[in-house]
Structures are given as C-alpha cells and as structure tokens.
C-alpha cells in the first residue's frame, strides 16, 4: 500500500495525459504554450476568481504574493506556527518577520483568537510594522477565513490564502483560493491537485494585482520580456505540466468525491479510537492529509507499519522550533497547542484510488 498512490490515478488517466503531453511535443511551444493559458481560464473558473496566473511552484506562488504586497524589512506578517516551512520563509525571505500564531485544536489551523493577540502585541512592542497575514489551509481544510478577514480589516492587514494543500476545500460554497486578497496553491505531486514536477498559481480578484503578477514572473517585464520595468524573477509553470493539469483538473472534481468517501470510511472506522480530524459545519476538506492525534504516536504508527500501512507526521517540528528561525527566540510555552500537536499527530494513508 502506497501513502499517496499517484501511479494507480496515472494508470486510470494514461490515455488522456499521454495525448495532452504529446500534443505539447508536437507544437513545441515548451514555454508559455497555448496550454498554460487554457489551464489559466479552467483554474479561475473552479475556484471563482477573475485571475488565475501559474508559476513553478507554490513557494515561489508565495514569494510572488509578498512581492505585490510590497512586504519588506520592517514588516510583520503573521502566519501559523504549525505549517510546511515554506509558509514562514517566504515571509523572512523578503526581510520581514514572520509572528507566528497558535492553533486552533480542534482544526489544526491558525488560531483567530491567538491571532488578535500576537498582532497587538505586536503594535503595543512598536517595533514592526503590522503588514499581513499568511493563514493556511492545513491538510485541505480551509481556515477560519470568516473571522480571519474580520481581523484583517479591523487591523488593515492583507490577508493571503495558503492553499497549497487546500485547493478543492470550500466554505459555504465558497472555494478555496478565493479567500483574502491573494491566494496562493501548489502543484506538487502529492498535493490534492498535482502535476508531475514542480508548479503553482496565484489567485486573485485584483487587477492591478495580476498585471503586477505576470510581470513579477518573467523578469518584471513591461511591454516585452527585454524591457524590464522592475526586478522580478523567472516563475513560469512549464506548459508540459500545464498539459497535464488539465487532465487532473477535468478528473478532480470525481477525485474530490472519492478522498471524501475514504475520509468518512476512516472516521466511522477510527472515532473513538483516535481524535479524528473534524470539519466545521458548512466547510469542505480536500483532503490533503488524514491526520489523527494519538498520545502514544511511536506505538500507533509501529502497529500500522506491521501491517504494511504506511503513516507520516505532517509536521513534528513547528515554525517557532525550526533551526532557521531560532534568532525569533520563542518558546513552546508561547504556542501550547501546535507544540503539542507536533509532538502527537500522525497521518494515514490518503489519495482518491485508496
Ligand atoms: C507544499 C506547500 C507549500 C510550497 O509548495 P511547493 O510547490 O512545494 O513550493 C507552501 N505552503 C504549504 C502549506 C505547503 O504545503
């Protein structure tokens, strides 16, 4: 048994897939192909924004993000301390600092209350400057955009959407990669919606925002790709992956269905057994990951492995811990639930052929 089995959705998507790559091989535009557009329109009409703009991955989705919003040395921007490091570095990448903020225990995603708390903290220290807020939606799960977007206009912070595991989640019909003023997502393989390399999108209601974007990806281009009006970076999704993504996007939405069903299996299986992960009224979980909490972790993972059941830990070490962010010197003390967590979680097997 495989922890995500991308060669059994390869095997069921092989005909379509082979046709779309070598389509690509026939035409030959390996770089912002007709593809790569196509896909554009398909993503912004799933997720419902007006502007969908790929690039090469979800971290550079990410930096590109902090580069629109001007976030620099000086800045604060708040973001969970329980996440994939890319979350935190980005922030630190640009010079600014992240504030990392505690969970909420019962969705493993960035606490609103904790979250007023660190920012007026922040104002009150005077030290930084109060600039946005990156909220993620951990292991498919939106976050708790409703009371996050309360917080960030009573500050006038931005918020971003970190939906590199989100992509497919909703909120009141809402979906994911809407929410906050960028969203962001990843393409990587084992997420929800992956390719076969490396890759990523920005979403986004803004138009000034896209302009920004398109030019931000290929050199800070202004008219053409030699005329550079800004320093930018080179971020493009390659349209051989593009090709791909429109396979698995037109089989996503039956794929969605299918984590959702193997999630309801597990829950009637394990509740009781385990804390199982819960998913508000009115949300949808894509299903990233399925991750229990167990007080007795080494033990539930070695039962799972004798029986050849692989199992992960989505994330034992959190931001405030990471060896790269120690000069932040916080303390466990400040985050009780995400160090906590981190030291209890582990996940199940997950993918939409289980
Ligand atoms: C995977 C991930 C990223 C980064 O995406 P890459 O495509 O690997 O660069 C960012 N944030 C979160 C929460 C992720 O899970």
Not at 16 to 25: F, P, Q, S, T, Y
Not at 153 to 174: R, S, T
Request: with cysteine; charged share 25%; net charge negative.
């Amino acid at each position: 048994m495989q922890f995500i089995d991308l060669e059994a959705q390869y095997k069921h998507l092989k005909e379509k897939i082979d046709a779309r790559i070598h389509k690509v091989l026939d035409h030959g535009q390996y770089i912002m192909g007709p593809e790569v557009q196509e896909l554009e329109e398909k993503l912004a009409e799933y997720v419902g924004v007006k502007h969908a703009i790929t690039c090469a991955n979800g971290t550079d989705a990410l930096t590109l993000a902090m580069m629109v919003l001007d976030i620099k040395p000086g800045d604060a921007v708040f973001c969970p301390t329980f996440t994939f490091f890319a979350t935190a570095e980005v922030i630190a990448y640009e010079g600014a600092t992240p504030v990392f903020v505690d969970s909420d225990e019962a969705t493993f995603n960035i606490c609103p209350v904790d979250l007023e708390k660190r920012i007026q903290a922040t104002i009150a220290d005077g030290k930084l400057s109060p600039k946005a807020i990156i909220a993620v939606d951990l292991f498919g799960l939106p976050a708790n955009y409703p009371e996050i977007q309360k917080i960030a206009d009573k500050y006038n912070l931005k918020l971003v959407e970190d939906a590199a595991q989100g992509f497919g989640g909703e909120i009141n019909g809402k979906r994911a990669g809407s929410f906050g003023d960028i969203a962001t997502t990843s393409f990587f393989p084992a997420k929800p919606l992956g390719c076969y390399g490396d890759g990523g999108a920005i979403f986004t209601n803004n138009d000034e925002y896209a302009e920004l974007l398109k030019s931000y990806r290929v050199h800070g281009k202004g008219k053409d790709k030699y005329d550079n009006v800004r320093i930018g970076m080179n971020s493009r999704l390659d349209t051989i992956q593009a090709a791909i993504l429109l396979e698995k996007l037109a089989a996503f939405p039956t794929e969605l269905i299918n984590r959702n069903k193997a999630a309801d299996n597990y829950e009637r299986t394990l509740t009781g057994k385990y804390k199982t992960p819960q998913v508000p009224e009115g949300y949808v979980s894509s299903w990233a990951q399925y991750t229990l909490v167990s007080d007795n972790r080494s033990a539930e993972m070695e039962k799972y492995k004798e029986q050849g059941i692989p199992t992960m830990i989505y994330y034992g070490t959190c931001m405030h811990q990471q060896t790269a962010f120690k000069q932040l010197n916080y303390t466990d003390e400040a985050f009780p639930v995400a160090s906590k967590l981190a030291g209890n979680v582990f996940s199940l097997p997950m993918h939409p052929y289980l």
